[in-house]
């Protein structure tokens, strides 16, 4: 099996997909697979972005990406598509010698030009929307997107050998997609081993002038749709029933940070929510240890890679329904599954910062709950999603 994956970009702050697709690209190479991944050199997520758009440096990479069969080429004005002739001309003059191309994430030029070339060679492909057809999301830039499906897009999923969804709740979500078109459900893959040794607390607290008592922490990318504002809401009501602080960790793509500072202070927690900015690596691993509570109110979340990592960690989490692993949380007792309004969020931080006995057993059931996410068992159902595309 010879695999093509089109990423639009390979950096680690761009979220879930360059994980997704790194540690897909290694693992089956290891059941025999052999897997190119080529993306844009893109450093920044071309959509919503609050910076000047640049090239990627090394260190930037993801970590499996960086250890896959990796092929970067520029992109070019408009970057807000990720337009790359170079990739074009790549995928024109490479399609042919893959059995199978995977395309990751929508609305973009290298989904695009990924689609042409498949059909110019008669090579079958999957897509992987990734989260980007939830219906939360297809709400925003409505006309871009009508647009854009009108002119490739729907032709596109309409014409995929399978759709690869990360939860059945996503397969829900978008049954009224192509729903000729037969789905694949896949979850992303973590490598568990990686979160059993963290760095000490300490590592991440000194952050936070050595701050010794209960912490919430947030990791992800702070967006929009991921409520970080119904977070620090939420912090606030929770904050009324003890003595606590909450850490918002991760890059600010959209430029909502100043509203985010601005709406805690308004608040009377501006001392007491910290953004401490990026933490990657080790210093991910540590700001994990460092949580009392891990917590996620999103309004919308494909899978959730960054909740199934905390958990794989031994983190007691809350999460929204909105998450779409949370109903299979809920059902194993692994977590804290609440509604994403301050009030209800609010009371179950509170809950939880009170009560350690609940909060030892969710981290004992969070790791065992993590081990079903392993690449080793991840890759070889996406193997057998592949082999299915390609023969079908």
Known sequence: MRALSVLVGAATRTGGPPAFVGGAAVELGKLGADVRVLATDLALAPWGLAQRQRRIVPDEVHPSLAAADLRLFPARFPRRLAFSPALRAELRRTAPEFDLIHIHNLWQYPQYAAYRAAGREGVRYVVSPHGALDPYLRRHGRGRKLAMDVLWQREMLEGAALIHVTT??????????????????????????????????????????????????????????????VLIRAFARARRELDCRLAIVGPDDEGILPGLRGLAAELGV???????????????????????????????????????EAMAAGCAVAISPGVNISADVAEAGAGVVVDATPDAF????????????????????????????DWSVVATRLLDAYRRAATT
């Open 168 to 229: 059945e709740a996503e397969r829900d979500l978008i049954a009224d997609v192509a729903p000729e078109v037969p789905r694949a459900v896949v979850p992303c893959g973590i490598y568990v081993e990686e979160f059993a040794e963290p760095p000490p607390a300490e590592r991440f607290r000194v952050r936070l002038g050595g701050y010794e008592g209960p912490l919430v922490v947030f990791l992800g990318r702070i967006t929009r749709k991921k409520g970080v504002d």
């Open 270 to 308: 501006g001392d007491e929510v910290e953004f401490v900015g990026p933490a990657y690596g080790d210093d991910r691993l540590a700001a994990l240890a460092s949580a009392d509570v891990w917590a996620l109110s999103s309004h919308t979340e494909n899978f959730g890679i960054a909740v199934v």
């Open 346 to 373: 609010g009371d179950a931080l509170a809950a939880l910062l009170a009560d350690d006995r609940r909060r030892a057993d969710l981290q004992g059931e969070a790791r065992r709950f993590a081990v079903r996410y």
